[in-house]
């Protein structure tokens, strides 16, 4: 397994190429798994579900076709996003079953900083509730999204990733409808008042993935 890390923002368009090339390397034997930790510029990326209406403010950043599942999100600075090129083929070829390892994985590391992620059923991605919040017309907690995951495979190998939101510019979010959803907002671990950074972000990361994810089949 190799763990790469980029300084600053990495253009969107070069590392979709650079992940690509990799996975296809993993496929043919060539390469070991990686798990890349970057940031990007401020930009939407529309998943192969996005719908067009789900794009409010077309022109505030850059959009780019992304060719993963789901449907629109945001990428930018103090979002860590986790490019996974695992040989989901050696892991069982379960690819309902390597997603929700990864939502387990974004669950183990924000548990190190005592957030409760949770899934809710109909609502993709990562969520964490809001007491501190109004509740909803039905009574309901509120609760915030904290992190995306969004996944293509080629040859089982997988390619794109995650995202979790450690300290972006949540007004950001506000030129999509962010995965489709209505009704919900967005947060991140400093908007939670914790004072986590990036690099504590990326060794919880590192700390919880063999728990979850172990080794590749023999």
């Known amino acids: 397994m190799e763990w790469r ?4 923002l990495t253009p969107y368009p070069r590392a979709v190429a650079a992940m690509e090339e990799h996975a296809e390397r993993v496929a043919s034997g060539d390469a070991p798994e990686m798990i890349w930790l970057l940031e990007h510029p401020p930009l939407y990326t529309a998943g192969t579900s996005a719908r067009p ?7 505030r950043f850059p959009v780019h ?6 449907q629109y999100t945001y990428h930018g600075p103090g979002q860590r996003v ?11 070829r379960d690819v309902r079953r390597f997603v929700q390892q990864l939502e387990s994985w974004v669950i183990a590391a924000l548990d190190r900083f005592n957030v409760r992620g949770k899934l809710r059923e109909g609502r993709v991605g990562v969520w964490v509730q809001r007491p501190d ?10 609760e915030d999204k904290i992190a995306a995951i969004g996944i293509r495979l ?5 390619f794109h990733g995650i995202s979790i ?13 962010p995965c489709g959803i209505t009704g919900h907002g967005v947060t991140s671990l400093v908007d939670l008042g914790l004072p986590v950074t990036m690099d504590d972000v990326d060794l919880a990361l590192r700390d919880t993935f ?4 172990g080794a590749p089949d023999a």
Do not use: C
């Open 165 to 177: 939101n450690v300290e972006p510019d949540l007004e950001h979010f506000s030129g999509i409808v």
């Open 82 to 92: 986790v490019y996974v090129m695992l040989d989901v083929g050696a892991r069982g």
């Open 5 to 8: 890390r980029s300084e600053g």
């Open 65 to 70: 076709e992304a060719r993963r599942g789901g």
């Open 210 to 213: 063999d728990g979850v994810f």
């Open 53 to 59: 209406a789900d794009l409010t403010d077309p022109h």
């Open 133 to 142: 919040r109004p509740r909803g017309p039905d009574g309901a907690m509120a």
């Open 154 to 158: 080629r040859k089982w190998v997988s």
